[in-house]
Every structure is written in structure tokens, then in C-alpha cells.
Nanobody, 121 residues
Framework: QVQLVESGGGLVQAGGSLRLACAASGSILSINTMGWYRQAPGKQRELVAR???????NYADSVKGRFTISMDNVKNTVFLQMDSLKPEDTAVYYC???????????????WGQGTQVTVSS
């Protein structure tokens, strides 16, 4: 089995910062990509940022220059540093991972349970 556990969400004022972390554990052979998505009430889940095991990144236009994604390949952990937060960043943030599992063929997509980020104006 595989688990993705997020941490670091909370309440912050506009202009503030938060750092999210997501640790993957379990029967993981290797991780190809990890990413952060978010879902605000009444809206579809959207990509925030994504990083490959080689360090290639891409960001949603709405967060470019404010958010930074990074990954610790040894600890199978992805981070999202969020600066200059805005009320419109309020959402549940989910991490995911595309990974290879021990003893199984093919790639698997796994999701975390989500962490709430609330930015007050």
C-alpha cells in the first residue's frame, strides 16, 4: 500500500506565507512526478504546480512568481512554498504522485487526503 500525507495548511492573512509538505511512503519503487492541486468550493480541482524526479517544474499562471515547488527524492517528499498569498488562493490543497510500486508493473497515480489553506483579506 502507498500513503501520501500532507501537512502545513492553515489560516493566514493576505500577503503571508505557508509551506506545505507531502510525504509519500509504503511500497514505492520510485516516483516519477509529484504535484499539488487545489479545489475551492464550487470549483473544479486545478493544477497548482508539478515537479519531476529530474527537477523539471511547471506552475499554474496564477501562482507563478509566488509559489515554489521542490522535492526531496531521498525522503519522497514534495514541498510547496507559498508566498504573497491572496484570498483567491483559499482552497483544499491535494498532493499527488505518479509512482512505480514494488512488485507491480505500470505507473500508479496516488492522491493525498488534502489540507485546507485559508487566506483572509
Amino acid at each position: 500500500q502507498v500513503q501520501l500525507v500532507e501537512s502545513g495548511g492553515g489560516l493566514v492573512q493576505a500577503g503571508g506565507s505557508l509551506r506545505l509538505a507531502c510525504a509519500a511512503s509504503g511500497s514505492i519503487l520510485s516516483i516519477n512526478t509529484m504535484g499539488w492541486y487545489r479545489q475551492a468550493p464550487g470549483k473544479q480541482r486545478e493544477l497548482v504546480a508539478r515537479i519531476t524526479s529530474e527537477g523539471r517544474t511547471n506552475y499554474a499562471d496564477s501562482v507563478k512568481g509566488r509559489f515554489t515547488i521542490s522535492m526531496d527524492n531521498v525522503k519522497n517528499t514534495v514541498f510547496l512554498q507559498m508566498d504573497s498569498l491572496k484570498p483567491e488562493d483559499t482552497a483544499v490543497y491535494y498532493c499527488n504522485a505518479v509512482l512505480l510500486r514494488v512488485g507491480l508493473t505500470g505507473s500508479y497515480l496516488w492522491w493525498g487526503q488534502g489540507t485546507q489553506v485559508t487566506v483572509s483579506s
